[in-house]
């Protein structure tokens, strides 16, 4: 098992830019593949994006690809998402989640999750 702990949320300006944080305790890291989703109250989670054991492969959601990145230090045992060109839309809380086996968007897929951390784009 693999405990997980996000930070680094908070309210941030439209344009701005907000590095979350995914920190990893337990079981060995590098085993698992990463994901970050958020979820607004009342909407389904959706899927922000992911990235593989070593950290090679990433994939995102429509919504940011190109404004956000994910990235991962297997050494540190954490996972991080670098949000750039944040908008109002990207309110949301913002879950990191793990899983054994290949990289899914799917939110069943993933077996541990953290608590989530509240981001909040306004002006």
């Known amino acids: 098992q693999v405990q997980l702990a996000e930070s680094g949320g908070g309210l941030v300006q439209p344009g701005g830019s907000l590095r979350l944080s995914c920190a990893a305790s337990?079981?060995?890291?590098?085993?698992?593949?990463m994901g970050w989703f958020r979820q607004v109250s009342g909407k389904d989670r959706e899927f922000v994006g992911s990235?593989?054991?070593?950290?090679?492969?990433?994939t995102y959601g429509d919504a940011v690809r190109g404004r956000f990145t994910i990235s991962r230090d297997n050494f540190a045992n954490m996972a991080y998402l670098q949000m750039n060109s944040l908008k109002p839309e990207d309110t949301a809380v913002y879950y990191c989640?793990?899983?054994?086996?290949?990289?899914?968007?799917?939110?069943?897929?993933?077996?541990?999750w953290g608590q989530g951390t509240q981001v909040t784009v306004s002006s």
């Open positions: 990235i593989n054991t070593g950290g090679i492969i990433t």
């Open positions: 337990g079981d060995a890291f590098r085993n698992y593949g």
């Open positions: 989640a793990a899983r054994s086996g290949p990289l899914s968007s799917e939110p069943h897929a993933y077996a541990y």
